[in-house]
């Protein structure tokens, strides 16, 4: 069961990221559909979340994320919480690098009264980089490690596209040894 927190976890964390806006704004509030798939043990699932970043500086940006999963297969549910900062850097007009780390926190309510709570950190890379006026792209690597579970790495690659200066539709795909997840949001950007 601590193998199924770590997973879901990580489908949870590649809800969380860098915002996507016309000038590589970091304030910005999403909001997403989730949905993982885990082989080990081979669980699916899906849930929401809410995501979001404020810019301190020019290069330093708080990020806060928690997402709410139900494993179906297994009966559960996993809360995720995450709250941390970033930097980031850029490498043209166009393509910043951005770096996190953040305090993870997991809760997971499990069949016949099984409650496991679980914390640690989360680290971060990313490029992230605007392709055409409406669309950006992000790929990265995370990694997680919380207390009892265990660590992780992930590959993470998005897109947003722009349908308004301020408002924007996206997805994310997020790769692991254990299981893969996808992320359907819309994102609301006041950093203009």
């Known amino acids: ?17 860098t915002a996507f806006a016309k000038e590589l704004s970091y304030s910005y509030l ?6 993982t798939d885990l082989d080990n043990p081979n669980v699916d699932g899906d849930g929401f979340g809410v995501r979001g970043s404020l810019a301190f500086t020019p290069n330093l940006h708080g990020i806060a994320s928690f997402s ?32 996190t780390v953040s305090y993870v926190n997991v809760e997971l309510d499990g069949p016949g009264g099984f409650n496991g709570d679980d914390s640690g950190f989360a680290l971060g890379g990313a490029l992230r980089g605007r392709v055409t006026d409406a669309l950006e792209l992000r ?23 722009y349908v308004t200066p301020m408002f924007a539709l996206g997805a994310d795909l ?9 992320v359907l949001g819309a994102r609301f950007d006041f950093g203009k």
Do not use: C, H, P
Request: no cysteine; proline share 0%; aromatic share 10%.
């Open 30 to 35: 999403e909001l997403g559909y989730l949905n």
């Open 174 to 182: 997020q790769f692991s040894d254990d299981q893969t997840a996808w």
């Open 139 to 161: 790929g990265g690597i995370s990694y997680v490690d919380l207390d009892d579970s265990g660590d992780e790495t992930s590959l993470n690659v998005g897109a947003r596209y």
């Open 1 to 17: 069961m601590r193998k199924a927190i770590t997973v879901a976890t990580l489908a949870a964390l590649g809800f969380t990221g």
């Open 68 to 99: 709410s999963l139900e494993l179906d297969d297994v009966n559960a549910d996993v809360d995720q919480f995450e709250i941390g900062i970033g930097g980031n850097w850029s490498l043209s007009d166009k393509l910043d690098l951005i770096a």
